[in-house]
C-alpha cells in the first residue's frame, strides 16, 4: 500500500509548501486537504444551500462530484471539468468554509475522497485532521505550529500576492482566530495534535528549515537523496 506523510496545523501555519517542497523531495503527490472543503463550500454557495443549516449540507454532501487527476506532482481537482484554482480562496469562501466542514456527512465525504486518493501512490496530505482521523495508521505524522500573529502575517501577505484579500492584517487575524476556535472545538475530528504525532513551532524557522526537520525525522527508508 502506498505511504502517506500526514501533515496537519492551523491556517498560516506554513503546511501547504511545506507539504509542495516535501513531495518534490520525496516523489510524492501533494494532497490539499481542505481544498476539498472549500470545494463543497464553494459548491453549496453556488447552489444557494444554507451553510448554517446541517441537514440541508448532510443532504448536499454526496450530491457533489469531485474528478481527482495527477499533475505536476499533486493531486488536482475538477467539479464539472472546472479547476475551482482561486476562486476557493476567497474571503467568502474563507467565511463558509469552517461551518461546513463541521458537518459530520462533509467530513465522512471527504474523508473517503482522500482515502480513496492512495491509488494515485506515495501521498503527502496536509490539512487538520489528516494524522489523527484520515490516516493515524502512518508512521509519519507531523504538526505544525506558529504564534497567531505571524500566522495571520503570512495568510494576508499571501492574500495580497494573489489578489484576493479584501482584509487587512487586523481582520485576517480576527478571521484566523475565529476559525481556529471552530475548528479546534467541533464535535467531530477536531484540529488537535495527533496522538504520537511530532509538534514543530514554525514561528522563526525557515521554510527550508520546517522541511528539513521534517525529512530528518521520517522513517529510514522513506528518504531518498535530496
Not at 516535501?22 to 463550500?41: C, E, M
Not at 485532521?129 to 502512518?138: A, K, L, N, T
Not at 505571524?150 to 500576492?161: D, G, K, S, V, Y
Not at 513551532?201 to 528518504?223: C, G
Request: neutral net charge.
Amino acid at each position: 500500500m502506498s505511504r502517506v506523510l500526514a501533515i496537519d496545523g492551523p491556517s498560516g501555519a506554513g503546511k501547504s509548501t511545506v507539504a509542495r517542497c516535501l513531495g518534490r523531495k520525496l516523489g510524492f503527490l501533494h494532497v490539499d486537504s481542505g481544498a476539498l472543503y472549500r470545494i463543497l463550500t464553494w459548491q453549496a454557495l453556488a447552489y444557494g444551500i444554507d451553510t448554517s443549516s446541517e441537514d440541508a449540507l448532510t443532504a448536499f454532501a454526496p450530491t457533489v462530484t469531485v474528478d481527482f487527476a495527477v499533475r505536476d506532482g499533486a493531486v488536482v481537482y475538477a467539479v464539472a471539468g472546472q479547476e475551482p484554482c482561486d476562486c476557493i480562496r476567497t474571503p467568502e469562501i474563507n467565511q463558509h468554509a469552517s461551518p461546513v466542514a463541521k458537518v459530520p456527512a462533509v467530513r465522512t465525504r471527504v474523508t473517503a475522497w482522500l482515502r480513496g486518493l492512495r491509488r494515485f501512490g506515495d501521498l503527502v496530505v496536509e490539512g487538520r485532521d489528516i494524522g489523527s482521523v484520515v490516516f493515524p495508521d502512518s508512521p509519519a505524522r507531523f504538526y505544525l505550529d506558529a504564534a497567531p500573529e505571524e500566522r495571520a502575517r503570512r495568510r494576508h501577505t499571501e492574500e495580497q500576492q494573489k489578489g484576493i484579500s479584501a482584509l487587512n492584517a487586523d481582520a485576517v487575524l480576527a478571521s484566523l482566530l475565529s476559525r481556529d476556535r471552530i475548528d479546534s472545538s467541533r464535535a467531530i475530528a477536531p484540529l488537535k495534535v495527533a496522538d504520537g504525532a511530532q509538534v514543530l513551532d514554525t514561528t522563526r524557522l525557515s521554510i527550508e528549515q520546517v522541511v528539513q526537520a521534517v525529512y530528518d525525522s521520517l522513517p529510514t527508508d522513506w528518504r531518498t537523496p535530496g
